[in-house]
């Protein structure tokens, strides 16, 4: 089965096609160009690498939030386009789910992180047990000084919130935070894609069009429409 991957959480986009769950080709774009703009030409260079046409795609697994509301928005309209076109399942991916899955295996709690602006951070607390990733605690938007309060223990951090808050990490949790070396060049289409494909096969497919972004945090507009009421 060969799904297309395809991450608009945050400004760092990234589209990916597996074919039997085997990474065929991965591509990122970091140009500051909206995803209305640029969302289009990144799958179709993804394809491209990959040297597939769009026919032979079987699903779409996209990122469904937390992470940039227009972002969120801007890749489901457009996967809901294809879908209306080709009739192709959509597979709504959690984003911190997708972003945890990268990393194999450790032993160590797993936190992603991601920047929610406003002094917070989109995230959620993982640990590996018998090769299986648990979900320990569910997705939350939080001051990142809080969140270390609930660190007890050896934790891997992984997204771009480290970028921002690295020394609060370090000050606070100190050895305890494990910080990923690489912030700046991460990807997630690869393990939406994956774990998209792993939904597909056991038959659990959503319907497309009722499927909507997890927001956790209101936007801007209704923040500013509820004050006006």
């Known amino acids: 089965m060969i799904v297309l991957g395809i991450d608009t959480s945050t400004p760092l986009g990234s589209t990916a096609v597996l074919d039997n769950g085997r990474l065929v080709y991965e591509y990122i774009d970091n140009t500051k160009a909206s995803y209305s703009k640029r969302l289009l030409i990144m799958i179709d260079n993804a394809l491209k690498g990959a040297v ?3 026919k032979r795609i079987e699903g779409y697994a996209l990122a469904i939030g937390p992470g940039s509301f227009t972002g969120l928005r801007i890749g489901l309209s457009i996967c809901k386009g294809f879908f209306a076109a080709t009739g ?3 597979i709504g991916v959690d984003t911190l789910d997708a972003l945890a899955n990268t990393l194999l295996y450790p032993s160590n709690l797993i936190c992603p992180i991601l920047d929610a602006r406003k002094g917070e951070v989109y995230s959620a607390l993982y640990k590996y047990k018998d090769n299986e990733l648990n979900k320990l605690v569910d997705n939350m938007v939080i ?8 660190i007890k223990e050896p934790t891997i951090f992984w997204g771009d919130g ?13 050895d305890m935070a494990i910080l990923t070396s690489e912030t700046k ?3 997630n289409a690869a393990s939406i894609a994956e ?3 792993k ?3 056991r038959g659990d ?3 497309a069009m009722t499927l909507k972004p997890k927001y956790i945090r209101r936007s801007e507009a209704e923040i500013k429409w509820n004050k006006m009421e």
């Open 195 to 197: 774990i998209g494909l």
């Open 143 to 150: 001051d990142p000084k809080r969140l270390c309060s609930m």
């Open 205 to 207: 497919v959503p319907n």
């Open 185 to 187: 060049g991460y990807s």
């Open 199 to 201: 939904i597909l096969e």
């Open 162 to 174: 480290i970028e921002i808050y690295r020394e609060l990490l370090l000050e606070r949790l100190g």
């Open 88 to 90: 192709k399942p959509i």
């Open 52 to 54: 597939i046409n769009m």
